[in-house]
């Protein structure tokens, strides 16, 4: 049977792959440093200026839990950013209180520093100094408002953590703060040594993740600041366990990924007075969602039950409807959606061998087509989640519309994860940001529903049937490991038949023609 080339995975401009990857941060060179994950979970854009909130310097030693900030333009490597007295910035503690929240045209951070003359909330305004932070001063705030930790935007200002559970709210434009209401907020919640979204600020009310004191599990919990009160929305009946998280706003309604006894982990939506379940996977048995990512109107997530992989697509209204689907095979997961330039981009990571190889894909959704096109794939990268599915660890940052390892920046795409050599050991640090080459990332998807190939997965040889003929077409078989495996050539063609190597397996097959180039994603059985 025939298959569009559209209908299942494209690429255009197939280049040498992990060329088009450009180390931003390289802090470790090519040295293959030990030591614990840099975890790069906060971003903000402010003007011109990326800020990264990381270790950074290679590789977190394991006796230190110190943060810096850094500064990128996009072109310059980072930089760290420095306290107003010129020393570099560094913040104690966990993931869990170290925050970069934009409001405005600052972006605040607080820190909890080893010299406790430093200790506060700062900012940083380009407008004042590309490379040192004002700290702001809180001689007039109320005793309990000093400390700042777990910052939230909230009202054009932020909603933060002080002292013992104390929640102030800080206005920037007053610079003055006075006490919300008391009760521990777990910031950004934080499972293990992963951080999700939280925090949202939905119909004027303030909505956050707090710990029931009864079952020692998440609550999202909603602040009212006409009432200055507080109330449970949804709670999980289950101690220890990482739901309800990733709160979003989409469609004028609150979402967020939660466990129940009937549903099991299903994506949830609350519209301020009631709260619903979209149960994807129906009964008791759990779809566990993840990335929730809103591009053009649509909310995106990824899903795994029956064994699978699945990509959702979610208008707000109809059933979310799957647009892509793939087998769990051990370690094969979406590990990051992005909105970019108008256009959902993901990231897929697959293991292809005995070895523990991976190779990472990049995949551009087609509104028109309904479909996703593969855009690159980097050949022996990786990109850093938990083997398990069956916990959304797949989000270990969120920046504006860009979840797990995908961010975008002064229209570039950036991922984040590391190079693995061909005997599977890291090169360099175990994350570090790689700019992807803007090139890598054109589509031509006018000259895509001309050609189809078929079949797909297929047992033997390969067709190709083109619109017409064509004067000459190159035809590489890539392996798995981005070799070149075979070259054929045809003239005069408009049908052709593709020899594959005989070894079962996943080929890339790159097609030139005219002044087009295009590649397709074949499953030798």
Not at 69 to 85: E, Q, R
Not at 206 to 231: G, Q, R
Not at 477 to 490: A, S
Request: aromatic letters at 16%.
């Amino acid at each position: 049977m025939k298959k569009t080339l559209f209908f299942f995975l494209v690429c255009v401009n197939f280049l040498s792959a992990q060329s088009s990857l450009i180390n931003v941060t390289n802090f470790c060179g090519t040295q293959n440093i030990s030591g614990n994950i840099i975890n790069y979970t906060g971003f903000a854009q402010i003007g011109d200026f990326l800020l990264i909130r990381s270790p950074g310097e290679c590789y977190l030693p394991d006796n230190s839990s110190t943060f810096s900030v850094w500064a990128y333009n996009g072109t310059a490597s980072p930089y760290k950013i420095k306290f107003p007295d010129g020393s570099d910035f560094n913040s104690l503690g966990t993931l869990t209180y170290n925050d970069i929240v934009k409001v405005g045209e600052r972006v605040y951070l607080n820190c909890d520093s080893a010299e406790n003359s430093k200790d506060g909330l700062y900012f940083f305004d380009p407008a004042i100094s590309t490379t040192h932070l004002s700290k702001v001063i809180t001689d007039n705030f109320p005793a309990d408002c000093k400390e700042f930790k777990n910052l939230a935007k909230f009202n054009n200002g932020i909603i933060y953590e002080s002292f013992v559970n104390d929640n102030c709210f800080y206005n920037p434009g007053s610079n003055s703060s006075n006490f919300l209401f008391h009760d521990f907020r777990d910031g950004n919640f934080a499972y293990g040594s992963v951080r999700f979204f939280s925090n949202s600020d939905f119909n004027g009310n303030f909505y956050y993740t707090t710990i029931s004191d009864t079952v020692n599990s998440p609550l999202i919990k909603k602040y009212n600041p006409s009432s200055n009160t507080t109330e449970v929305i949804t709670s999980s009946p289950y101690p220890n366990n990482p739901y309800p998280s990733s709160q979003i706003i989409f469609s004028n309604k609150l979402y967020y990924i939660n466990r129940n006894n009937n549903a099991g982990v299903e994506l949830f939506q609350f519209d301020g007075t009631s709260e619903t379940c979209i149960d994807i996977n129906p009964g008791t048995a759990s779809s566990y969602p993840s990335l929730l990512t809103i591009v053009n109107n649509k909310m995106y997530f990824t899903c795994f039950y029956n064994n699978k992989y699945y990509l959702y697509k979610y208008d707000g209204n109809t059933p979310p409807e799957i647009i892509h689907e793939s087998t769990y095979n051990s370690v094969d997961y979406y590990s990051g959606l992005c909105e970019f330039n108008n256009t959902l981009y993901i990231t897929k990571t697959y293991q292809y061998n005995a070895s523990g190889q991976f190779n990472t894909e990049l995949y551009r959704y087609s509104e028109n087509t309904n479909a996703l096109l593969l855009v690159n794939t980097f050949f022996n990268f990786f990109t850093t989640v938990a083997a398990s599915p069956l916990i959304t660890y797949t989000a270990p940052q969120f920046y504006e519309n860009k979840r797990g390892h995908l961010i975008s920046f002064k229209n570039e795409l950036y991922i984040v994860g590391h190079k693995l050599n061909n005997s599977n050991q890291r090169i360099g640090a175990h994350n570090d940001i790689w700019k992807i080459g803007n090139s890598s990332l054109q589509t031509e998807e006018n000259n895509l529903s001309t050609i189809q190939y078929y079949p797909n997965p297929t047992k033997n040889d390969l067709n190709i049937d083109f619109e017409k003929n064509h004067k000459s077409i190159e035809i590489n078989v890539i392996g798995i490991n981005g070799q070149i495996i075979t070259n054929q050539k045809f003239y005069n063609s408009k049908k052709i038949e593709i020899k594959l190597p005989k070894s079962s397996g996943i080929y890339y097959i790159s097609l030139t023609y005219d002044d087009k180039k295009n590649t397709i994603k074949i499953i030798k059985e």
